[in-house]
């Protein structure tokens, strides 16, 4: 049993398309234009499966891509009801068993129970696959887990050891679960590390994500005026650590500059968000002067794939980026 990485060839990405009646109706001009922008990036390369509310939400997501210039001979669309569109969140892990691929469908519940999430936790089993669907009696959202599709899978234990999730599961419990599930052979755990105005109690993937088998891409706060400063430089040497450990290489991305909302919140700007896709990887930009640092620093790392900067700055208003909303789909899924 082996969590596919994110490299693995894929079919293509789910995305939940904003709507009227989600929390982005005070701003959904704005997330349309991101949408637009990551499904248009998304059909250049492979398929886009978006989740709409219904028929008309359906025309309105086609006539923008179609504006966009967008590849739609790939787009398919399901209709169904959802909560919020954090696709990486509910959305269906796929493992390798035996030669097969079998989709997980675990527990959500809306980051420790502080969002609504019933009609989220229901659509995996809605979804037009073409392999098995297993259910898995776990809280486990697909943001809090990164693996190298050889036996190491990265985690924080903010996430997985918080009792809003899996109350009755110590650390071994949850470390039997992963191996007996995702295949997870070592687990290595953050123990520091976390983002104002993240919802998800540090989820890896805005933190340190896998780029291939041997190496990590990570946040790395060097400001010591900033107040993510002390716990970034505790991951940092974590991190460190574990690539001694494990022989792995370490690929430092910039803090994202400072970005707060109307209210003068921070906002979890972060470029460990990217999304790899088959001949590409999709980063988050946020219209600031770190962007161009953290696009070089990622071309370096994958010097294979196009290496494409998407807006994003509308997703962090609602406390998310661009890995977030999005769930890669391997090939032979739909």
Known sequence: MTLLPEWHPQWGVLLAWPHAATDWRHMLPQADHTYTALGKAILDHEQLLVICRDPAHEAHVRERLHAAGA????LQCLHAPFNDTWARDFGPLVVE????????DFI????GNKFPSQDDNALTAQLPLRIDRKVVDMVLEGGSVESNGEGLLLTTEQCLLNPNRNPDMDRLAVERALADTLGAENVLWLRDGDLEGDDTDAHIDTLARFCD??????VQCTDSNDSHYPALQAMEQQLQALAERHRLSLVPLPMATAQYDADGQRLPATYANFLII????????????????????????????????IPCRPLI??????????????EGVL
């Open 71 to 74: 590849r739609t001979q790939g």
């Open 97 to 104: 068993r035996d030669g097969a691929t079998l989709a997980l």
């Open 108 to 111: 959500f519940n809306g980051w």
């Open 213 to 218: 088998p041997q190496t990590i891409a990570y």
């Open 278 to 309: 088959n001949g590409a990887v999709l980063v988050p930009t946020y219209e600031c002067a770190t962007d161009e640092a953290a696009l070089a620093a990622l071309r370096g790392v994958f010097p294979e794939r196009r290496v494409i900067g």
């Open 317 to 330: 208003e609602q406390h998310g980026s661009l890995h977030c909303v999005t769930m890669q789909l391997p």
